[in-house]
């Protein structure tokens, strides 16, 4: 399916240790909108999409997804590696240690595990690329909400990259979903494209 390069897509090279900022960086991990999401979203509707080139834009997107989620672990592991139990209890990071320790685990900021709920994959190109460009736009404004709290540059720098492929993901739906619409005999899909239709 892809070749691996065994480097990160950016590198992360976080100096200082801060539980507090791993305590919402790893929405991105394991959160509603954040990259494990969006792969196993992606990877699941590529199957439904009505040609080739499609089925290879979803692939590639996803793929790229993992590479992001090994992103925000390597992140989440920096920010917490070394941590004594003084640090861990003065920063709040006390809850997710007790069940975790220091582990990396798919979990939301507000604490909420990583659910298949988060994903959507109707087997409808129209509806599922709608899906998509509204899932990268969710993530878009989770990474300008991080860097709205985080001043690290050690931390900013990654984060500003991922938000950068979110923008391109999202301009690459929009030519997916401009070229199934094209394809239709007109723009109205359901009054004029019968196949749509439930028999």
């Known amino acids: 399916m892809w070749q691996y390069d065994k480097k990160l897509q950016f590198p992360v090279k976080i100096k200082n240790p801060d539980p507090r900022a791993a305590q919402i960086i790893i929405s991105q991990y394991g959160g509603p909108d954040g990259e494990l999401g969006a792969s196993l979203r ?39 590696k070394g941590l004594t139990p003084e640090q861990i209890k003065a920063s709040g990071f006390d809850k997710y240690f ?44 989770t990474y300008d909400n991080l860097l709205r709290l985080i001043d690290d540059p050690d931390i900013r720098e990654p984060l500003k990259f991922l938000r950068e492929r979110e923008i391109v993901h999202y301009q690459r739906f929009g030519e997916g979903l401009e070229s199934v619409v094209d394809s239709l005999d007109c723009r109205n899909v359901y009054a004029f494209n019968p196949s749509y239709d439930p028999k």
Do not use: C, F
Not at 102 to 131: C, F, N, Q, R
């Open 42 to 80: 992606y990877l699941s509707q590529r199957y439904t999409m009505p040609n080739g080139k499609l089925k290879g834009l979803l692939t590639d997107v996803a793929t790229e997804e993992l590479g992001h989620l090994e992103m925000i672990s390597a992140m989440v592991y920096q920010l917490t």
């Open 98 to 141: 007790t069940d975790h320790t220091l582990g990396v685990y798919p979990v939301a900021a507000s604490g909420v595990p990583w659910t298949a709920a988060y994903i959507a994959s109707k087997g409808d190109p129209i509806t599922d690329l709608h899906e998509d460009l509204a899932a990268e736009q969710k993530a878009r404004t």
